[in-house]
């Protein structure tokens, strides 16, 4: 199984940024896809998360702001992160685990490699 994220970038205040996630060696279908980030000196979080039948589950820090979806077809999974605030700045991770969506990194098997987002004030 891989996970390979991409997307990041830097991006003003404000500004808007789309994050994929392409899977290959599982389908999304079966699988929950959550995003997390990690910045420097902190621990990783929990971001969003979109289970097997396509319930979405946000953190309230970026509730209102991101939009998580899947796209079966395609086996992809996207983070629209819209109004980016410099406190969103982090490395990106896409990661999988089975059915059902978690707050908890420690519940997801698979991860992607990570996609550095940069917003400046």
């Known amino acids: 199984v891989q996970l390979q994220a991409s997307g990041g970038g830097l991006v003003q205040a404000g500004g808007s940024l789309r994050l994929s996630c392409a899977a290959s060696?599982?389908?999304?279908?079966?699988?929950?896809a959550g995003w997390f980030r990690q910045a420097p000196g902190k621990e990783r979080e929990f971001v969003a998360a979109v289970n097997w039948i396509g319930d979405a589950l946000y953190a309230d820090s970026v509730k209102g702001r991101f939009t998580i979806s899947r796209d079966s077809a395609k086996n992809m999974v996207y983070l629209q992160m819209n109004s980016l605030k410099p406190e969103d700045t982090a490395v990106y991770y896409c990661a999988a685990r089975s059915l059902w969506s978690s707050r908890d990194p420690s519940m997801y098997k698979y991860w992607g490699q990570g996609t550095k987002v940069t917003v400046s004030s």
């Open positions: 060696g599982l389908t999304f279908r079966n699988y929950a």
